[in-house]
């Protein structure tokens, strides 16, 4: 151990900037011994790490406020003391190095609450009349929910009103109930008929707002209104069933609650404002009720940084309201801005921005002022909602929480966009690899018939995954974080975009259109049995030469995504073939490279994998089975293929291959229905035309340190 006298006087001094990784720490010859003296800060109070250096640097003592926090001497595991530190008060600090490097410095905020969910909410005081002392939900025996649209029992479901009513995430429902069971001495029912992903100027259209011949033979358009309407009747209709302790004494249509929008973004506002106008007085005149109070809550994406797509809604939202241009709903008609109730994913459950990332505090203001506005338009008064106002964050705080840093609506994207941690890389350094990166992979590796043990071990695996990216994506993403771009997928071989011999046809064997999983067994044409063998010449069997990628939309080589940016899927490629008919068969031989130690190997089918798409799909090598689904997508983004296994991993020696691929077209879409709502608009609401997409390339990594120990010699 070593102490410092306290009359000791120093030999030279000089000013370190800490925290980077990259700068260094001033050298000094033995047996001299380098103190750091300095003072600290924090944007956030609440219990704190304090760490220090990188490598050889991070042997060293560290003081705060004259009491050991950290410790690591040479040789011995690091100690670290967790101390609360205040926000707005500053701490002096002392270290002593015991070895040189790496001037890295960071605080780590521990015991971090969690952000936008309702028991984090009530922890810090707000809306408390949704848990009792208990900790446990309350529930309005006075108010009985009831879901008719997208409940699983036939003829809806529901009961007494709590959080939970709507599922794990609280809804607008909620506040507004306990908002009407407060004002109203009587029972009081709510019939939701809420499904997503809807919108008011095609599946809510209501009547008076007509339809074209073309959406007149659409049974999608205005269906939603249809079913809102029989969802309530029918509820009704056995109201004795669903209210307790009804026995016959009637019931008031009280009200309409309209917060809807998202699926609207650049409806024109005039478009808009005309069909909801038009809803409003369908209903009333639906249920006999002609001056039945309407709420209307606005979208609120993006707050007051609303996207334009979404403003106009919001302004036809707004606009029913306006006594001056709809006179005839003055005093029954209020709208309810939602913009000032928007927060950012990084201060909410998830990173669902249609959702308003399920933000409790969110739908709570929403559900609580569409509430009063309601009991105002009755003929009541009610008072403001007081809450407790958030302490006003650090700017730093409110930067790394904001939308511009983690992003708006991208649901499946990084968290943080990569510049930012680049920037961010010298601090972060330290974190990612020495303590991210180790747990990630102790959870990673723990099970080894996990995908990431298999692949690091060229074990054939278990199950092939649907989507390629997995936990090594993950790893590597670490990496790339921390500014190490050493471990990146690379192109092995020229695959990509190459000329195959190909050959389209459809089997025998027919399987009803609006059924998906298509890769099934089929009869192969006459001589065509062994078309995957290293044997086979496609030439001979009259097989055809084009350049991939291969595709079909209807009629025409143009099935693509058009709005995908992405590399790893190629979806956003426009085919150079027409494919012919449902089955694609694909062959051809290259020259790859051998394989090296240390490195992981997959083979993508691309083409199909940001629109709910693919289909069935076989890929050999040399006559060996790389990968083999039935179907394609379940939704949205992902890379088809395999990772290569020792079996295929012993066939790439630096020679010649052959590799051969039989795929399928798709005729369904998302969730197998025939009806197709993509991204080529001459499709739209018409049955789903026969669709395909593909290509096929090679990609190898590097693998890090921490997997070439498990990783297998494969020259052997």
Wanted: aromatic share 10%; hydrophobic share 35%.
């Amino acid at each position: 151990m070593i102490s410092i006298p306290s009359d000791a006087r120093p030999i030279g001094q000089e000013v370190v900037a800490l925290g980077a990784v990259d700068t260094a720490l001033p050298s000094i010859a033995e047996p001299q011994t380098l103190v750091v003296k300095a003072w600290i800060d924090v944007p956030m109070s609440g219990m704190h790490e304090i760490h220090v250096g990188y490598g050889p640097s991070s042997h060293a003592v560290v003081s705060l406020e004259g009491k050991e926090v950290y410790r690591k001497d040479i040789g011995s595991q690091v100690a670290v003391t967790p101390v609360f530190l205040e926000k707005g008060r500053r701490y002096p600090i002392q270290i002593r190095y015991l070895l040189g490097g790496s001037a890295a410095f960071w605080l780590k905020h521990i015991e971090l609450q969690g952000q936008g969910d309702l028991v984090s909410l009530n922890k810090e005081g707000k809306y408390p009349w949704f848990a009792d002392h208990q900790g446990q939900w309350t529930t309005r025996n006075d108010v009985t929910y009831w879901e008719t649209r997208i409940s699983k029992e036939q003829g809806g479901s529901g009961g007494p009103l709590t959080v939970t009513s709507n599922g794990k995430f609280i809804g607008p429902e909620v506040p507004f109930g306990y908002v009407m069971g407060t004002y109203h001495e009587e029972p009081v029912l709510l019939i939701e008929s809420s499904m997503g992903n809807r919108s008011l100027s095609f599946d809510f259209r209501p009547p008076s707002s007509g339809k074209t011949p073309e959406e007149k033979a659409n049974e999608f358009c205005g269906l939603e209104y249809d079913l809102m309407v029989k969802g309530v009747r029918d509820t009704l209709q056995k109201i004795d069933q669903i209210v307790p302790n009804y026995a016959g004494q009637g019931y008031e249509m009280a009200g309409f609650v309209w917060f809807q929008g998202h699926k609207d973004k650049d409806v024109p506002k005039a478009d808009y404002e005309r069909h909801l106008v038009n809803l409003i007085n369908d209903l009333r005149k639906e249920f006999e009720s002609p001056k039945m109070p309407a709420v209307v809550a606005t979208v609120g994406f993006g707050g007051m940084e609303m996207e334009p797509g979404h403003l106009m809604t919001w302004q036809a939202q707004m606009a029913v309201s306006d006594s001056q241009q709809y006179p005839e709903f003055r005093g029954n008609v209020a709208s309810v801005d939602t913009r000032p109730f928007w927060r950012s994913r990084g201060l909410s459950p998830t990173n669902t921005g249609y959702h308003y990332n399920h933000n409790a505090e969110t739908y709570i203001l929403t559900g609580d002022a569409l509430g009063r506005a309601m009991v105002r338009l009755q003929g009541g008064k009610v008072e403001p909602l007081r809450v407790k106002a958030r302490p006003t964050p650090h700017p730093n705080v409110a930067w790394i929480f904001s939308d511009e840093v983690t992003g708006r609506f991208n649901k499946r994207g990084p968290h943080y966009p990569p510049d930012y941690y680049r920037e961010m890389g010298g601090a972060l350094k330290p974190m990612i690899l020495d303590e991210m990166v180790p747990e990630f992979l102790e959870t990673a590796l723990g099970n080894q018939r996990g995908s990431l043990a298999e692949i690091v071990a060229a074990r054939r695996p278990s199950k092939m995954p649907s989507d390629l990216r997995g936990d090594l994506d993950t790893l590597i993403d670490y990496y790339d974080m921390a500014g190490v771009d050493d471990y990146q997928w690379q192109p092995f071989g020229n695959l990509r975009k190459a000329k195959w011999s190909y050959y389209s046809f459809n089997p025998p064997e027919t399987q009803a259109r609006e059924k998906s999983d298509r890769y099934r067994e089929i009869t192969f044409p006459a001589g065509m049995e062994q078309w995957f063998s290293p044997d086979f010449q496609p030439a001979k069997a009259g097989w055809k030469i084009g350049q991939a990628p291969f595709g079909r939309m209807g009629e025409k080589p143009d099935r693509r995504r058009p709005s995908c940016n992405g590399s790893h899927c190629g979806c956003c490629e426009l085919p150079a073939t027409f494919w012919e008919n449902e089955v694609l068969l694909m062959s051809q031989k290259f020259v790859l490279p051998a394989v090296k130690k240390g490195h992981a190997y997959r083979l993508i089918l691309g083409g199909a994998g940001c629109d709910r798409s693919g289909e069935g799909f076989a890929v050999y090598l040399n006559g060996k089975l790389v990968a083999q689904a039935n179907g394609g997508f379940y939704r949205y983004s992902g890379i088809r293929g395999g990772y290569l296994y020792d079996e295929i991993l012993k066939e790439l020696d630096g020679g010649e291959v052959t590799i051969s691929v039989i795929n399928f077209l798709r005729y369904t879409h998302f969730r197998n229905v025939t009806h197709y709502h993509g991204p080529h608009p001459d499709f739209q609401g018409q049955q789903v035309p026969p669709n395909g997409h593909v290509d096929l390339w090679m990609e190898e990594v590097k693998l890090p340190p921490e997997l070439q120990k498990i990783s297998i010699d494969r020259q052997d």
